[in-house]
């Protein structure tokens, strides 16, 4: 199948961290990059940067830590791991499951020089393309519309060969796009998506795995999701001329698998 997964961002940098591996000898670089848009709203995606050679890297790091503005482009990964919480009643650690998301950039990020403010770029600064499949059930509430798309890769990160990775980032559609989402897709639909990366912070409420407690444990997660500006239904998607959803589907059975973003109230 044809693949796409591409992210180009412009905002500030923050948190800048640079570590080496003696082993590959090369360095990677770490950072958010606080990206404004121009509905005002700011978002905070992690950006890691492979495989820099170590003078380049720790130059490029005296730079970022100034917080100037750069230019990214790269593609979303999505690694399924877990996270340890500590619960606050009896002490005892509990492994929750966690889609980790980020920005791989794909060449070294453009620092700009002169002095720019986010919003002189705020009509461009963030744009995602995806090409995908469906792979879950798709969740629908009040126009708003909610699924995962499996992205074959085709960028190499790390040792790992592109044809055994996948990234699986949410998305998620509102008004008439969501509505149009959820009759014409299901599991297995492909689509083609332009959007904008957003990140939002999350306070997730888990059971304590102790057989003994009763507790519950509050952590904070942050998410990433991909607003979706336009949707392109290329195959297996209901193509009637008008459709029918259900606004009170709202199925999560998958949601345990992958980590779900909890539908709170401000979602946008
Ligand atoms: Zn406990």
Redo the contacts with the bound molecule.
Sequence with gaps: MARENSVMLVGRISNPSVTHSEETESSTLTFSLAVLRSNKRIDYPRVAVYGVEKSKAYELYEQMKRKPMAIVKGVIETTLCSKTVV?P????KTKVPRLFTRVVATGIPFVLREYYTPSDFAEVSNNVKLLGEVCTRLQSRNGCTLYQLNVDRSFRIGNVPDDERHDRPWIKSFGSIGEEDAWRLSPGSVVYISGALQTRHVDRIVK?T?PC?E?E?KYPELYHEVITSRVEYLHNCDFAQEGYFDVNDSSDDCFEVFSSPEESGAMY
Excluded at 89 to 92: D, V
């Design positions: 619960c009643i009896c002490g005892g304590c102790n407690c507790g444990i």
